[in-house]
């Protein structure tokens, strides 16, 4: 299984518009997509639906890792695949009570994991929206532990949740 490297981030955003967001970013997203294959590859067609994956109010959490970790402290969730290009959409928001925090995020599936976005924070206790893609290919069919995954990449900087953020996990199966 391997991953295409595609992403991109939404902040300071209200929850209400993620829908709105999605749809829109994930239409640029269709768009593009083509961009990222070899002329001779058939080019990618929607054949599924979307999936909500999770969907999922997060509680009270901090982490200071450097490590990946999953956002929230939540439990990866199973996601039944029949397809072998599967598209993740992430989307999930949190706080800082340092500023200047680094932190890196990604979509973890199965074994792989999606590109990295950079999320920078230099607002304390702002809640922050950001949207986090995987697009995976050569997949077998099966079950996969789906879930987004947060690294602190500063020192001195913590990743927070608590109950005004939420997670979104969202997957189309492409082919």
Sequence with gaps: ??????????????????????????????????????????????TGIVTQIASKTLGSWTTTSSSFVNIGGETAVNYTVTGSTILIIGIFSYFATVAACDTLAKISFGSSSGTEIHCFKN???????????????????????TMVQVELESAGGTINTDGNDSLQIYGLQLG
């Design 1 to 46: 299984m391997s991953s295409v490297p595609y992403f991109f981030q939404t902040q300071d955003i209200q929850k209400s518009s993620a829908a709105f967001m999605l749809n829109e970013n994930f239409g640029k997203f269709l768009s593009d997509t083509q961009n990222y294959f070899d002329a001779s590859v058939t080019p990618l067609k929607l």
């Design 123 to 145: 607002t304390l206790s702002d809640h922050d929206q950001r949207t986090v893609i995987g697009l995976f290919t050569s997949v077998t069919a099966g079950t996969y532990a």
